[in-house]
């Protein structure tokens, strides 16, 4: 069975520093990997998704995301944080088979100070 | 395009009524996904339609929470009667026909069963 792990479920960050957050994921095959955000109020907003090709995804609102086969990786980043993107990141593996059963991991809240 | 609509976005029911969560999923999505988050926790995939058939209902949690997409359109979630367990965010989700196609979400349903 598919699974995924964020294993940071608050960060903090300041405007206009890195960010990087983290996900690690467990599927027997080629994963389907997704980054969503959760704005409050909001519903969930894919950023980014990785199906095959460029290790390397770049996604909306500036973030990227890089698959890491061998660390079972999928980390999301952001050269400079805006007080914006305070909100939850969730990562997601889907399996292939003609349909997205999308598995979730637990969402890591962002916190952006001045 | 209108986006993916749920309806109510907040629900305060008492343990032992019925509730009905509704969602209009984006016109021409044949995929159609229930998700439940309950606070704390990942979220979790409940069941999925192809037009008006169930694909997948692996997810739901027991026979008090019933599922239809008369005609392939909206979908409704019945949950009868309610538990306290139930309280949660309810997500739908849709998706075009091809496997890559991405999941656009709504906002959620937010059930509180008192």
């Known amino acids: 069975a598919q699974s995924v792990t964020q294993p940071d479920i608050h960060i903090t960050v300041s405007e206009g520093a890195s960010l990087e957050l983290r996900c690690n994921y467990s599927?027997?095959?080629?994963?389907?990997l997704f980054w969503y955000v959760q704005s409050p109020g909001q519903g969930l907003q894919l950023l980014l998704k990785?199906?095959?090709?460029?290790?390397l995804v770049q996604g909306i609102k500036g973030f990227e995301a890089e698959f890491k086969r061998s660390q079972s990786s999928f980390n999301l980043r952001k050269p400079s944080v805006h007080w914006s993107d305070a909100a939850e990141y969730f990562c997601?593996?889907?399996?292939?088979?003609?349909?997205?059963?999308?598995?979730f991991g637990i969402g890591t809240k962002l916190q952006v100070i001045p | 395009e209108a986006g993916v609509t749920q309806f109510p976005s907040h629900s305060v029911i008492e343990k032992g009524q019925t509730v009905t969560l509704r969602c209009d999923p984006i016109?021409?999505?044949?995929?159609l996904y229930w998700y439940r988050r309950v606070m704390g926790k990942e979220i979790k995939f409940l069941l999925h339609?192809?037009?008006?058939?169930?694909?997948?209902e692996s997810g739901m949690p027991n026979n008090r929470f019933l599922a239809e997409r008369t005609g392939g359109t909206y979908s409704t979630l019945k949950v009868q009667p309610a538990e306290l367990e139930d309280s949660g965010v309810y997500f739908c989700?849709?998706?075009?026909?091809?496997?890559?196609?991405?999941?656009?979400f709504g906002n959620g349903t937010r059930l509180t069963v008192t």
């Open positions: 989700a849709s998706s075009q026909t091809w496997e890559t196609s991405p999941l656009h």
């Open positions: 599927y027997g095959a080629t994963p389907y």
């Open positions: 990785y199906f095959s090709g460029d290790t």
């Open positions: 997601a593996v889907g399996a292939s088979g003609g349909y997205q059963k999308v598995t």
């Open positions: 016109s021409g999505h044949d995929n």
């Open positions: 339609f192809v037009k008006e058939s169930k694909q997948d």
